[in-house]
């Protein structure tokens, strides 16, 4: 971290902020210039609040040149992290789909669904149970009931289940859940994120609407930093000036997450397209960018679903899908 400054910053001054940061275990390479003086931090500045040293009168500027996050960093961790569920693996040359619908609407509806997304290839199933929906007035789940129907599907199948939290207060009701997942609207709410941090349950990550890749990041830094280190990322669409889809599939947030970190990534294409015409392409194009897997809404009747249907492809459909994503994963594993 580099911090500039101010022409004429009184020296006692400039001692004691450079006491502060010695007192952070941080050590000051100062450089003056003819018209900058700056200090160079060295050491572990993640815990460095910009925004306080900006509010010292002698402080210019601040600078990070390295990343805000640790343990999702792939400089301190090269390797691939292989995140592993009920002997299904995601991340580290495994690739893994979640499918199933956007909301669980009954038991048969469940268990047709997953048997349909189980025998099409799909490695787990999954179904949300508790719905962050725009409208109060929107179907709002089946809530606790949702997710003992996914359990009965889980038994029937032998698929692992995800499924949606959205509350700290529900942690207990998720105790068997296979894998968390943080939506896109509770991406930045930290004080969920640090509770599932202390779970040993995988953590599937969406990204905010409107996030950056570093808020991404850091958001998955919040699960890790408490010791939970099976994070999976989930890029989803991001909100952009185009109406004519839901979300724009910022598919550039594929190769650039994982050249920063270690944990695998995967691609929905269902929400980030709001079309089911459109998952496939999308789809295709999440695997030539190097994602791990892929997460795909799919209902039995999605003319009726109760939430998501313009986007949800039937079984048959992904079944379509199915076949030429595995092809794909083959071909560019061969390149
Ligand atoms: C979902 O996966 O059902 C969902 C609500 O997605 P997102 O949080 O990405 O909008
Ligand atoms: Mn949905």
Redo the contacts with the bound molecule.
Sequence with gaps: MIVILKPGAPEQDVRALCGQFQAQGLSIHESTGEHTRLLGLIGDTSRVDVDSVLASPIVEAVRRVSEPYKKANRKFHPADTVVEVAGRKIGGGHFAVMAGP??VESEAQIVEVARGVQAAGAAFL?G?AF??RTSPYSFQGMRAEGLALLRRARAATGLPIVT?IMNTEHIPLFSDVDMI???????QNFELLKELGRLKTPILL??G?SSTIEEFLMSAEYIMSEGNENVIL?E??IRTFEPSTRNTLDISAVPMLKSKTHLPVIV?P??AAGIAWMVEPLALAAVAAGADGL?I?VHNDPAHAK??GAQSLTPAQFAGVMDKVRKSVEFFRGL
Aim: one cysteine or more.
């Design positions: 956007c909301s999954r949300g719905k962050p949606e997942q943080v939506g896109a609207r509770n991406m969406k990204r609407l989930c989803r669409g929905d269902s929400h997460m809404e939430s998501d």
